[in-house]
Antibody
Framework: QVQLVESGGGVVQPGRSLRLSCPAS????????MHWVRQAPGKGLEWVAV????????HYADSVKGRFTISRDNSKNTLYLQMNSLTAEDTAVYYC????????????WGQGTLVTVSS | EIVLTQSPGTLSLSPGERATLSCRAS???????LAWYQQKPGQTPRLLIY???SRATGIPDRFSGSGSGTDFTLTVSRLEPEDFAVYYC????????FGQGTKVEIK
């Protein structure tokens, strides 16, 4: 079965960095675009970034552009999110999500990893 | 960037009633890449509808989606107790965009 397991979250001071990882299994990772989506406590869903299946194309939400970098290693079936210059507004649960296009009506989300930015 | 606006913010209904949720896009949505999700407290979102009107795997037929262009609707024909939750619409052509959500609560 498809599994996405985020890790790397935790408590970090404002201005510091954090790197999230999301190893994938149960599907051909190298054929799907992958996304990061976040949800601040008590708030709605916010799309963060997407990377194409081959890693060549990346897009970011305006709120993280220039601070976050999405990447992938298809040899390790792993998605990453490098987060720099973190602020309190980045506090959220971060989800690794498989792209919907070509999914045949099936969505796959990781369980999420909590990032708390606080001094 | 396309913005999705959901209405109403909160819908207060009783079990057995019909729920109609709206999602309006600021520009026409190409390819009908519009999805609906359900999220309950402490859980990850669950895909209900994709392609504006196709039910996702395992979703009961009381859930239906319709619309095109800029106006989309999620309808729950008869609310079951487990349907009280927050619902999000989403554009899933790259990049993604989510609406702000509609909470369906028990009246």
């Amino acid at each position: 079965q498809v599994q996405l397991v985020e890790s790397g979250g935790g408590v970090v001071q404002p201005g510091r960095s954090l790197r999230l990882s999301c190893p994938a299994s149960g599907f051909t990772f190298s054929t799907y675009a992958m996304h990061w989506v976040r949800q601040a406590p008590g708030k709605g869903l916010e799309w963060v970034a997407v990377i194409s299946y081959d890693g060549r194309n990346k897009h970011y939400a305006d709120s993280v552009k220039g601070r976050f970098t999405i990447s992938r290693d298809n040899s390790k079936n792993t998605l990453y999110l490098q987060m720099n210059s973190l602020t309190a507004e980045d506090t959220a649960v971060y989800y690794c999500v498989r792209d919907l296009i070509g999914s045949g009506g099936e969505d796959y989300w990781g369980q999420g990893t909590l990032v708390t930015v606080s001094s | 960037e396309i913005v999705l606006t959901q209405s109403p913010g909160t819908l207060s209904l009783s079990p057995g009633e019909r729920a109609t949720l709206s999602c309006r896009a600021s520009q026409s949505v190409s390819g009908n890449y519009l999805a609906w999700y359900q999220q309950k407290p402490g859980q990850t979102p669950r895909l209900l509808i994709y392609g504006a009107s196709s039910r996702a795997t395992g979703i009961p037929d009381r859930f239906s989606g319709s619309g095109s262009g800029t106006d989309f609707t999620l309808t729950v024909s008869r609310l079951e107790p487990e349907d009280f939750a927050v619902y999000y619409c989403q554009l899933y052509g790259s990049p993604w965009t989510f609406g702000q959500g509609t909470k369906v609560e028990i009246k």
